[in-house]
């Protein structure tokens, strides 16, 4: 069935940036399970995504405004290098993991110093024309729990 608000989509992705460089790829893991219609994966994929069905592949290219948004050249933060998580060592241009008000988030390394790192704190991809390649795996109507929940739930959604 075509995709459309409501339903729950399997989907194997992979993920270039302007240098044709891959910068994410779920194939080899489970695919992604998203609800539709919910804002739960970026707008310009998922209108990418309306309509569609199983077995299709494609490829849609998303600007910053449908993607991570524009990048805030104010988002560097000094912080203490021990509150960094994910690597023992680090550089600038590591991806590392901090702990904030507002839970995990990923952090870009900009400068490391003696006992304080600056950190970029807008996402990753911020900035970044992404082009995406899909391939649809599957579409099924969402369950109640998951309307009412607002995201799916099972293999590459959600557990609870
Ligand atoms: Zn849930």
Redesign the pocket.
Known sequence: MPIEKNQVVLFHYSVRDEQDNVVEDSHGGEPNAYLHGYGGIIKGLEEALEGRDAGDTFSVTVTPDKAYGPRKPDAIQRVPIKHLMGAKRWKAGMVAQVQTEHGPRHVVVAKVGHKFADVDTNHPMAGRTLTFDIEVIDVRAATS??L????A?GPG??H?
């Open positions: 729990e998951e009412a929940h607002g995201h739930h959604g959600h609870h």
